[in-house]
């Protein structure tokens, strides 16, 4: 039955066929649920407001047999990762998610990226700062630094794990939460070249809505 309790945003709902190595490994550092592994499928959904989350992984859960990895209750945004070694039954209970909504994919805002920069050859202490808040690889003197920046922020999931598939990166930091989403892909200049191209590119396709601006 489609929720009636208030309206609901879809900010992302972006769907991952397959989770690469590294971007799985990260993942699985940050989130507090069931741990993703790497060639399982999973879903990134985000909404507005954030209570209704709560009842969206309850549909998921009990429609199919995928496993939370990470659920985040804000007053704004309500973010909820599931994944399962099926893409059918991630599928499945994306198709659920949407039915109790009474929306469909197509009603998801259409993604943007606000940043999409490299830095080349980058220094020691810039590598340092970069890598006190990260619980990914490390950035090396020398390497490129490819940031990106997507609103919604769970498109950076999305975007990290595309990059991967192009590349051979290191996956520094991903931050798929909150008003914006970030991510930090180095290696060298070639590869994080081709790792932007390819996440530029995977973002850009995807359809969905314009967000209105408020008045």
């Known amino acids: 039955m489609p929720m009636a309790e208030q309206k609901v945003q879809l900010r992302c709902y972006s769907y991952i066929d397959m989770l690469q190595p590294q971007f799985a ?17 999973a879903l990134f959904i985000e909404i507005a407001p954030g209570m209704p989350i709560n009842r969206i992984t ?3 859960v009990k429609a199919t047999s995928v496993t939370v990895g990470e659920l985040i209750v804000e007053r704004s945004f309500g973010f909820l990762e599931i994944h399962h070694d099926s893409q059918a039954e991630v599928m499945q209970a994306g198709q659920a998610i949407l039915d109790y909504l009474g929306i469909d994919e197509s009603d998801r805002l259409k993604p943007k990226l606000v940043t999409n920069q490299i830095i080349k050859r980058v220094n020691d202490y ?20 490819y ?12 975007a990290a794990n ?27 200049e070639s ?25």
């Open 147 to 158: 940031i990106g920046e997507t609103v919604p922020a769970g498109y950076a999931a999305y």
């Open 191 to 215: 590869e994080v070249q081709a790792a932007m191209q390819a996440a530029t590119v995977a973002v850009n396709s995807l359809e969905g809505k314009e967000e209105e601006r408020k008045k």
């Open 126 to 145: 810039h590598s340092m700062l970069i890598n006190r808040s990260t619980k990914g690889m490390m950035l090396v003197r020398d390497q490129s630094l």
């Open 162 to 188: 595309e990059a991967e598939k192009a590349a051979d990166i290191n996956i520094i930091n991903v931050r798929a939460v909150g008003r914006f989403g970030r991510y930090y892909i180095g290696g060298t």
């Open 58 to 60: 309850d549909v998921a």
């Open 25 to 41: 490994s990260y993942f699985a550092t940050v989130a507090r649920g069931y741990l993703p592994k790497a060639g399982q499928a």
